[in-house]
Structure formats: C-alpha cells, structure tokens
C-alpha cells in the first residue's frame, strides 16, 4: 500500500475517480459552509429542514473523503510537474492539511448533533437522537470549534485555489490540467 508520499506514477493527471471524488467534495462543502452560515436568515420553519440538510451533506462529506483517503492510499499520484522543492513541498503540506481538516469539521459537527440530543434526518430513513441532550453551555465550545475549524477549511482551499490558479496562468506545464478531464484527442 502507497503512502501520502508515495513515489509518483508516470501519468500527468489524476484518475477520473480522484477528479470526480476532488470535485463532488469542493462543491458539497460550498453548500455545507453556505448552509451553516445562513441557518439564521431563513425563515424559522424553515430552520429543521435547513439543518437537516446541512448534516446530511456533511455527513457526505465526511464518507467521500474517507473514500477519496482510501483512493490516495492504494493509489500513486500524477508525477510532479517540473518546479522548485519548495513549491512541491508546500503543496504536499497544503494538501495533507486539507485532508485533516476536511475530515476534522465533519467530525466535530456529528459530536456536536449528537451530544445536543439531534436525530439525524436522511429524508427516506431518520436515525434517532444517541442521547439526551447536554445544556447549550456544555455543548457551546464544540460549536465554536466546529466554525473556527469550517472557517479554517475555507480559508486552506482559498490558498489552494489560489496556488492552482496561479500556477495555471503563470507555468507553463500547468499544474491545473492534473485535476481537469484530459483533452480529448482529435483524430487527423
Ligand atoms: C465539511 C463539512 C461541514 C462544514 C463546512 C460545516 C460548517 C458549518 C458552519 C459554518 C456552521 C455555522 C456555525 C455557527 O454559526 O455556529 C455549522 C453549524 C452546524 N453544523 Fe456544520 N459543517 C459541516 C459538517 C457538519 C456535520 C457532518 C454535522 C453533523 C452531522 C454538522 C452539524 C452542524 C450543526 C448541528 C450546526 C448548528 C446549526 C444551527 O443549529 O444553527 N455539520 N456548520
Ligand atoms: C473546498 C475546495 C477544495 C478542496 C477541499 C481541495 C482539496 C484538494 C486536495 C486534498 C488535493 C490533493 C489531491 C491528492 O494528491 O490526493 C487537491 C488537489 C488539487 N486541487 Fe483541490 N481542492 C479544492 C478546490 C480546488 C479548486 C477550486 C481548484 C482549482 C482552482 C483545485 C485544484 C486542484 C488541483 C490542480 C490539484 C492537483 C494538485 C497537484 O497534484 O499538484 N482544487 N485538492
């Protein structure tokens, strides 16, 4: 079994699993973001179906990524495009990060549902709640860290974005092309 820092394949671009597992998760935590920050400006009605829906993308989430780890464990990456150490260093960190907080706010969020006494609504089925719930005071700061570690999440894939963006516009063996479908080829 391949590590995080496995020895690359000889292929320029990662797999149409990895491109489709690196894609449903950035789309589905914009929705679970944008889900937990407006909970408040919807109506009141609406707040149980808003957060419902919040922690089943959440929960999503949290078992793609689990897939996409699985993925990246048994599989090697796309050999490094040409660069500075340092660059392919940063990157590796960035990415190892992302990996620790896309699965550390999921995680914290489910403590979080689950010590306030929450069931958890899938729409076809409903599991319920695991235990009564604990007072708002008890329950408050695994709130805020699951914010402070959502914020962080946001804050990590803006810089990724970024450094992907601007590599694609700055080199010329565009980093970004590693994550999109391959151009197909055109036959003469
Ligand atoms: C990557 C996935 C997730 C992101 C980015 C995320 C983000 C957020 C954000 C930004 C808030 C607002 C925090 C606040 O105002 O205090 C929030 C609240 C919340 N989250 Fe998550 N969350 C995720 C996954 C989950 C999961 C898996 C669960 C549970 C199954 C969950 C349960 C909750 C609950 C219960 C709230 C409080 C909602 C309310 O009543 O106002 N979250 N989340
Ligand atoms: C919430 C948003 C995002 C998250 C959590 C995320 C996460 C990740 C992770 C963990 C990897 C490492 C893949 C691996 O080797 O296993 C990766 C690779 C990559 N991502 Fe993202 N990403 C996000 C958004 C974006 C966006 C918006 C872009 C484009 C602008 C992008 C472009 C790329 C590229 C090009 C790679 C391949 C990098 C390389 O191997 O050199 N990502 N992403």
Redesign the pocket.
């Known amino acids: 079994m391949a590590d995080l820092s496995a020895t690359p394949t000889a292929a320029t671009a990662y797999d149409a699993v990895a491109r489709k597992l ?1 894609w449903s ?2 789309a589905l ?1 914009l929705v679970a973001f944008g889900l937990g920050l407006t909970v408040d400006v919807f109506p009141h009605s609406w707040e149980y179906a808003v957060v419902e829906t919040h922690k089943v993308v959440g929960i999503a989430i949290l078992v793609l990524v689990l897939a996409r780890l699985g993925w ?1 464990l048994t599989h090697r ?1 796309p050999k490094m495009p040409d660069g500075p150490a340092i660059l392919a260093l940063a ?1 590796r960190i960035g ?1 190892v990060a ?2 620790l907080v ?1 699965l550390i706010v999921p995680i914290i969020g489910l403590v979080y549902a689950v010590r306030r006494g929450q069931g958890f609504d899938f729409g076809l089925f409903a599991v319920p709640a695991f235990q009564a719930a604990e007072p708002r005071a008890a329950t408050r700061p695994i709130r805020e860290w699951h914010e402070w570690a959502a914020y962080a999440l946001i804050a990590l ?1 803006c810089l ?2 970024l450094a ?2 601007g590599n694609h516009f700055v080199r010329t063996d565009d ?2 092309r ?2 999109l479908p391959e151009a197909p080829r055109r036959s003469l």
């Open positions: 690196h998760i950035a935590i990246r990456p990157a990415h992302l990996y896309m894939a990724h974005a992907a963006f980093p970004l590693r994550m």
